[in-house]
């Protein structure tokens, strides 16, 4: 990885960091909102509450779904940045070799062969740190696509609910607009991550 694709990746991580607490917030706030219309409305909504009740429960599931993809971050970034600073260090080797030509001497070139050793087993270590990432992201893909199917069931709810029918559709549907701008971050994050590494 070169340093551009680096920082796009440091900066697609801090990017992903603020949407997803702010679409989190979102998603709570509107499950509150939802469990507040349950309560005034007493025991006609009561499947409505165990709707929202779930979409809570599951929001905070993925807040710490992504704190955990929060902490694969910052190894992958530093693990990186070691591989690119050791591959410099061997690229100037090779600059000093270059300019001394035949009276370079031995030593040089297994330093810069070490150098490159050290590379090649960073890069390793990237690798599996990136499988770690990405593997963070599966989980919170699928706390997503949970959160869709809580979604859908209180669309349902709302449709079936009598009087109060119309502000539960509202609020299901601002659920499924927060939940889906997690959706559509994570998603360009794993093509980010996937870009960076190809």
């Not at 680096?6 to 801090?14: G, K, P, Q, W």
């Not at 992903?16 to 706030?29: G, M």
């Not at 690229?91 to 030593?107: A, N």
Request: proline content about 1%.
């Amino acid at each position: 990885m070169d340093m551009e694709r680096m920082m796009r990746l440091v900066d697609a991580s801090h990017a992903l960091d603020k949407t997803l607490a702010s679409a989190l917030r979102e998603i709570d706030r509107r499950a509150l909102n939802a469990l507040v219309l349950v309560k005034r409305h007493g025991n006609a909504l009561a499947g409505y509450g165990v709707v929202a009740q779930a979409f809570r429960e599951r929001a905070a599931s993925l807040k710490e779904a992504a704190k955990d993809m929060q902490r694969h971050v910052s190894p992958l970034i530093l693990s990186q940045m070691r591989a690119l600073m050791h591959e410099r260090l061997a690229d100037s080797f090779l600059h000093i070799m270059q300019l001394m030509g035949e009276k370079s001497c031995d030593s040089l070139a297994c330093t810069r062969q070490d150098w490159l050793k050290v590379v090649s087993g960073e890069e390793l270590e990237a690798r599996a740190l990136l499988q770690q990432l990405l593997a963070a992201v599966d989980r919170i893909q699928a706390g997503i696509a949970e959160q869709e199917y809580v979604v859908v069931n209180g669309r349902i709810e709302a449709a079936l609910s009598e009087g109060a029918g119309a502000p539960l559709s509202q609020v299901s549907s601002d659920m499924g607009a927060a939940v889906e701008i997690v959706n559509q971050a994570i998603r360009n994050y794993r093509s980010q991550l996937e870009e960076s590494f190809s």
